[in-house]
């Protein structure tokens, strides 16, 4: 596995290493000019070449120092979850669980998402016609 670093005390952790950045940092302003009519400027060129990837880190995601690591970083998203629920006012409706999240139940909470999602898009369409 491979970590990267996004700042701030925030990391990506990949499976795979990443093999460019698109779109690349922003190397010059853009031509565009806000003071002249769009129609009259050159189009824009946003054709691009991905970029090299960031520096990564190989880490390991067996051992007990990574148990450990991971027990006590899932402990404080909790934490972190348990209080905006409770901040937002929504203890009444939502459960935060300690429980991983089993295939079998994404799967199901997928299928409803798809569900209300084709269902809504029933009542638009019989509403516009």
Known sequence: NFAYSLGAGRFLLTSAPLSGVNPPP?????????????????????????AA???????????????QRLARATDRSLDWLRNQVKLEGLSRVLKVSDEL????????????????????????????R
């Open 53 to 67: 990837p960031p520096p990564a880190r190989r880490v390991s995601t067996s051992g007990a120092r990574y148990e």
């Open 101 to 128: 999240l089993t295939k079998s139940q994404a799967d199901r909470i997928g299928a409803r998402a798809r569900a209300a999602r084709a269902a809504d898009a029933r009542r638009i369409r019989e509403a516009t």
């Open 26 to 50: 922003k190397t010059k302003e853009s031509p565009l000019r806000p003071d002249v009519p769009c129609e009259t400027q050159e189009p824009a060129d946003v054709q691009s070449n991905p």
